[in-house]
């Protein structure tokens, strides 16, 4: 399948986000990208460099932490929907951010090598990737909307809103 | 905007600078704390990934495991016979350098590895194999199998180390077409991460004879990687203003590699 894999640490970035403020979105960005690199990056080429002229560069440490931050950013431009209780939108946002961050890191490496090369399978593999994490991303939303009952915390979202003020409701009601 | 955003907008601005201005050395060490915290997980999880694969292995056909044990039984006796030549040949080689006074090569020795994980990213051909520092191992040692090359150790850790693949466009490999005087640079091909990827052959003579079939091993020059291990097979030849380049299927089956041999120096 083109070599199409489901990003798990994206989509856990992309559905936590939503569910944040920008300062804890910006921290999130921070640790994602540079857990990220940390991870990734390759060393230099190595070698006597009269045979190796021409060294493969490679893009630099922390590169990432800037993609995480407008993955962040486009994920945050629709949470007012998401905290309405329209979920679906951001599940679909999920899979345009995650194309967005390949195609970006993947043409990344072509600014920073040069020989812009771009086959048809690599579109393919980004979008197939953007497609399967889109389809997993309800299944996080659904793990995160749990940890927030869990831990009391308020998502805002209008689904557990409803519930609090049925709650609130019903206690004025009693009072009267 | 809220002053608490503004200012963790500021302090995330700075924490970037700061991590975008890293030497490679710092890079490293980043590296070596993050791999040691997670090592533990990627081991329990190769562990995992190991059980699942030999109980796939189990369920195979037991006819085609038979006709595969008669191959292999086959194979068995025709390669003993094959070592027993070699040995012979090997101990007339000792004689005749010794004759001839030969200067020895570098000595090395080689350190069996198992590959624990495949292409951990998107866009670079890596493996992580289970042997690290603790085991002798140190960047830039170039990694074989059975077949030929298969890369070099970009990362050691304590107990495994990432290894990148001559598959990669960032592996370069200084080599020779056997057969001719013809010397180029190999490498892997951006985007090339199918099953069948092929290695490109840059720089090679403009007027060169190179033909398709011909065989590509290593030139020793470079100072990276031994001379005269396989490196593929030429399969295409494309003809430029100033260079011919090369596109070389590999020698190795990256598809399907379970253990590798790194050369210690």
């Known amino acids: ?176 | 905007m809220k002053p608490l955003n503004l200012v963790t907008l500021l302090v995330f601005l700075a924490a970037t600078a700061w991590t975008l201005t890293r030497s490679e050395t710092s890079v490293r060490q980043i590296q070596k704390g993050y791999y040691s915290f997670i090592s533990p997980f990627v081991a329990s999880g190769s562990a995992m990934e190991t059980k699942i694969r030999a109980f796939d292995e189990e369920v195979e056909h037991s006819e085609t495991l038979s006709k595969k044990l008669k191959i292999a039984e086959t194979e068995l006796v025709k390669l003993s016979t094959e070592i027993e030549h070699l040995k012979k040949l090997e101990k007339e080689n000792v004689q005749l350098r010794a004759a001839l006074d030969f200067k020895e090569r570098t000595p090395f020795s080689v350190k069996a590895a198992k590959v624990i994980r495949r292409k951990p990213s998107n866009w670079w051909e890596t493996a992580h194999i289970d042997r690290g520092s603790n085991h002798g191992i140190s960047p830039m040692l170039a990694v074989i199998a059975a077949e030929g090359l298969v890369g070099k150790v970009d990362r050691p850790e304590d107990e495994t180390s990432t290894v990148i693949l001559l598959t990669d466009e960032a592996c370069q490999v200084s080599a020779r077409v056997v057969g001719t005087h013809e010397f180029g640079i190999l490498s892997g091909q951006r985007a090339q991460n199918g099953d069948n990827p092929m290695l490109r052959l840059r720089y090679l003579s403009r007027d060169s004879n190179v033909k398709i079939g011909q065989k590509v091993i290593t030139t020793g020059k470079g100072e990276l990687f031994e001379k005269g291990i396989a490196l593929g097979t030429i399969v295409d030849i494309t003809r430029g203003a100033l260079y011919t380049e090369a596109q070389v299927k590999p020698a190795v089956n990256f598809a399907d590699l379970e253990t590798v041999f790194v050369l210690i120096k």
């Open chain 1, 1 to 176: 399948m083109y070599d199409a894999r489901l990003h798990i640490l994206p989509l856990t970035f992309l559905c936590c986000v939503v569910t944040v403020g920008f300062s804890p979105m910006l921290i999130l960005a921070f640790i994602c990208g540079f857990i990220w690199d940390a991870q990734n990056t390759l060393g230099s080429q190595g070698g006597d460099p009269t045979i190796y002229t021409a060294p493969a560069d490679q893009i630099r440490f922390g590169y990432s932490i800037i993609l995480y931050f407008v993955m962040g950013i486009i994920m945050q431009g629709f949470q007012p929907l998401f905290q309405k209780g329209v979920w679906q939108l951001s599940a679909i946002v999920t899979g345009f951010a995650t194309f967005f961050y390949l195609l970006s890191e993947y043409l990344l490496i072509n600014i920073v090598r040069g020989e812009f090369y771009f086959p048809t399978r690599v579109f393919y593999q980004i979008w197939l990737s953007a497609a399967i994490t889109m389809i997993c991303s309800p299944l996080l939303f659904f793990i995160l909307f749990k940890l927030a009952r869990l831990f009391d915390h308020t998502i805002r979202y209008d689904g557990l809103k409803k519930r609090y003020f049925r709650f609130q409701k019903t206690e004025e009601e009693t009072t009267a």
